[in-house]
């Protein structure tokens, strides 16, 4: 059965750090994008990893956060560090398996306490 699970959220001061996973069992990898969502606002891209090892990281975060795989456990890592309270959002995990086919993973709260 195809499963995409997250995990790594939760309470952080302000300046700490949270590595956050996507794994995925049945799902063949072909790019993986973290997107976060504050309450009130729109969804918006945080870091992207392709299967050719390209990256991309969004203005608001760069420097702070890195975006990984690991190919063996077909898992992908976002660690965040230096950690500010406008982080505070649902995390999700978008998994794309072809150029076009797509899925959610459920999200992961994080929270960074001033």
């Known amino acids: 059965q195809a499963q995409l699970v997250e995990s790594g959220g939760g309470l952080v001061q302000a300046g700490g750090s949270l590595r956050l996973s996507c794994a995925a069992s049945g799902f063949s990898f072909r790019a993986v994008n973290w997107y976060r969502q504050a309450l009130g606002k729109q969804r918006e891209l945080v870091a992207g990893i392709s299967s050719e090892g390209n990256t991309n990281i969004a203005d608001s975060v760069k420097g702070r956060v890195t975006i990984s795989r690991d190919n063996a456990e077909n898992t992908v890592y976002l660690q965040m560090n230096s950690l500010k309270p406008e982080d505070t959002g649902v995390y999700y995990c978008?998994?794309?398996?072809?150029?076009?086919?797509?899925?959610w993973g459920q999200g992961t709260q994080v929270t960074v306490s001033s």
């Open positions: 978008n998994w794309f398996t072809t150029l076009v086919r797509q899925y």
